[in-house]
């Protein structure tokens, strides 16, 4: 007898490729590309468009910074030059002497770090002297940050607090891989006016952690403290004042740290981190894999060998996720994000296009936005917003350095990456067909399977292109049939024919349209187990 069975909650688990495929739920996957989970069901991601139309120089490095209700900058620097967008015009931010740019020797391995303190931005290359932009404004270019030793460099440079604190210090070519080093605190408005730490009547100081081996690679706040992060460990850099200023301690059982711009904030009092050989989130007490059994062998196998340095993170507030960004095999620069939902705790995963950095601020997104019947995204997840103006009462929203573009990329924007049609697929393998609703999975019954009832919505018109597949074995290669075309608005089901012990789905689009896929029915005959 057929009869219509349902998989439903498809977006409550997410992909989980490290798991063989027959021992998941059946509303997980093993697979996808360009998917992410959102209220209990799987949805194309949205793309990416471009803000500020083509740069003068490939961006590797974003600081967006507000100066006020009205005024609002994107620095974006690249490998010699540095340049900010305020909305209109893209100006030279370039140090000079005499007149003429004199340009930095970034490295893509190395990355900038830097930060907004009081107000004034912040740039480190890990090569020059560090880089001030005072007084803020189109006509200021940048400048070494004044009272900064002339012949150190530092790996890091960040603010927290009022102080600014440095690390990895190169001091007239000796490197102090573990040092900390960090500034007398800045008036407001002002720079720190001294990083000697010899001056009893000032409050900077050195300190070098060297209870493990590894350097220091980055640092994160985390509420009260500045947390360091070092290639095999963790510390905490915590506020005391008195003679000593600051107070260091290891935290304990949580490992080192990829590289640099690694480590986000997320709400809840927590990092999330993307480390040496695992991805996982702590509150500088406790830690817990984001990944492991679910997409780390995923991530590890793939990260590319002499490139592993530009790796990074960035966090999503608009989707509560964060990226972990990372260069495929044979990529120089992170190819692919493995997307982490906080609140559902689920992974999804996008391709990028040579994305070497990313940072959340104000952004400027097309006038095709406020145009309704340009609007193709559905309307109860849509996460466009109508009728604003440049650098007006917007929300922030992640922004990509688009190097090999040469632009600045609003991400989660519209269904293409910078016009092209992007492919999206959800897949699963292994799936033991219940015989009766809600029962268990089966591996041993055969079932014939003769139609697939998908739960999409989307682009009205859509197309959206459905195989399924069959495995007599869980080591037996998957058999695929189809595609059968589902278009959005038209179609109900699609018909197959095809049995087997174990089934497997797969869900495809390759067009300028938007869709998420909630649940699927299946109509099946049981043909008993021989």
């Keep these: 007898m057929r009869r219509r069975l349902p998989i439903n909650r498809l977006g409550e688990i997410g992909i989980i490729n490290d798991s063989p495929p027959e021992e998941l739920p059946l509303n997980a996957w093993s697979n996808g590309r360009n998917v992410r989970m959102k209220d209990m069901a799987v949805e194309k991601f949205l793309g990416h468009f471009p803000m500020a139309g083509t740069l003068p120089i490939a961006p590797y490095h974003l600081l967006p910074t507000k100066q006020s209700l009205t005024t609002y900058y994107w620095i974006y620097a690249g490998l010699t030059k540095v340049y900010v967008w305020n909305g209109a015009t893209h ?68 603010p927290f607090k009022q102080f600014l604190v440095a690390l990895d210090i190169n001091k007239n070519g000796t490197r102090y891989n573990t040092m900390v080093k960090w500034s007398h605190p800045a008036a407001p408005g002002a720079v720190p006016s001294s990083w000697d730490e010899t001056d009893t009547s000032k ?57 640099r711009n690694c480590a986000v904030e997320i ?21 817990e894999s984001i990944v492991d059994m679910r997409l780390r062998k995923f991530v590890y196998d793939r990260i590319d060998n002499d490139n592993f340095r530009r790796c990074f993170a960035a966090h999503n507030p608009n989707y509560s996720s964060v990226w972990f960004c990372f260069p495929e095999q044979g990529a120089t620069l992170p190819s692919l994000a493995v997307e982490w939902n906080y609140r559902r705790n689920t992974l999804g995963i996008r391709e990028l296009n040579g994305v070497p950095h990313a940072a959340v601020g104000e952004a400027t997104l097309p006038a095709i936005d406020d145009i309704w019947d340009n609007d193709v995204n559905i309307w109860n997840t849509d996460e466009q917003v109508w009728d604003f103006e440049t650098f007006g009462a917007t929300k922030t929203r992640l922004v990509l350095a688009g190097a090999p573009g040469l632009s600045l990329d609003i991400a989660d924007f519209s269904n293409q990456f910078n016009g092209a049609d992007m492919t999206a697929y959800v897949e699963r393998s292994g799936i033991g067909l219940p015989l009766k609703e809600n029962g268990p999975p089966d591996y041993s019954h055969r079932k014939y399977v003769t139609r697939l009832w998908p739960r999409i919505e989307g682009t009205e018109g859509g197309l959206v292109q459905v195989y399924l597949g069959t495995q007599e074995n869980s080591q037996q290669a998957v058999t695929w049939y189809g595609p059968e075309d589902f278009v959005i608005g038209t179609n109900t089901f699609v018909d197959f024919q095809v049995s087997g012990r174990l089934h497997a789905l797969r869900f495809v689009s390759a067009t300028n349209l938007a869709w998420r896929l909630s649940g699927y029915d299946y109509d099946a005959r049981d043909l008993g187990s021989h």
């Excluded at 930095?104 to 890990?126: F, H, K, M, R, S």
């Excluded at 040496?276 to 406790?286: A, P, R």
């Design 91 to 158: 100006t030279n931010l370039t140090r000079q002497t005499t007149g003429v740019d004199v340009n930095y020797a970034a490295d893509e391995d190395l990355q900038w770090t830097g930060g907004v303190l009081g107000g004034i931005p912040i740039l480190n290359d890990g090569v020059d002297v560090p880089q001030m932009w005072l007084p803020v404004g189109t006509g200021q270019r940048l400048q070494a940050l004044t009272n900064w030793p002339a012949t150190y460099t530092a790996g890091s440079l960040r």
């Design 203 to 259: 409050d900077c100081g050195e300190w070098e952690l060297k209870e493990t081996d590894g350097a220091c690679i980055d640092q994160a706040v985390l509420g009260d403290l500045n947390l360091i992060y070092k290639t095999d460990s963790v510390w905490g850099m915590q506020f005391i004042g008195g003679v000593n200023i600051f107070r260091f301690f290891r935290i304990a059982g949580i490992g080192g740290i990829m590289a």
């Design 267 to 287: 709400p809840g009092g927590k990092h999330a981190i993307f480390g040496l050989d695992d991805i996982f989130v702590h509150n500088g007490q406790t830690h």
